[in-house]
């Protein structure tokens, strides 16, 4: 099993929150075929909130040209081709992504791409005992 870690902004994060998929662009291809079933993804909301506010299990992957996210709407093509299908394990309510999110500063963990890989064993096991001790989660 892998572990990701999905950035984007609220916006978009809410989106795939309801539509069950997560996107990345041509740029992070080689990175999304590098997903499988089975893999754990965290997810993490840029600026304002700065932290992880839930996590999902990856239940697939398809290329897909169909418009789901607002800045693809607004270009009329689908940006985020490469989707990830997940199905949400946790996720805060909007009202504590602030409160309630998971800092990963102190981590060293990657979050500037849209899809990131968390290779450091140390910083996966250090992220899921925050889940546990700050959400009550067990995974």
Do not use: C, H
Not at 14 to 33: A, F, H, I
Not at 51 to 69: C, D, P, R, T
Not at 92 to 114: F, H, M, Q, Y
């Amino acid at each position: 099993m892998n572990v990701w870690v999905a950035t984007g902004s609220s916006l978009n994060l809410k989106t795939s929150l309801e539509k069950g998929k997560w996107g990345v662009n041509k740029r992070l291809k080689k990175t999304w075929e590098k997903v499988a079933s089975g893999d754990l993804l965290f997810l993490y909301v840029t600026s304002p909130v700065r932290g992880i506010v839930g996590l999902a299990s990856v239940e697939g992957k398809a290329m897909e040209e169909s418009i789901l996210w607002r800045d693809e709407a607004v270009v009329g093509r689908a940006i985020y081709p490469y989707r990830i299908l997940f199905k949400p394990l946790f996720v805060l309510s909007e009202d504590k992504w602030e409160t309630g999110k998971i800092p990963v500063k102190d981590l060293n963990v990657s979050v500037r791409a849209g899809l990131n890989s968390l290779r450091s064993q140390d910083a996966v096991e250090k992220l899921l005992n925050r889940v546990r001790n700050t959400w009550g989660v067990k995974v």
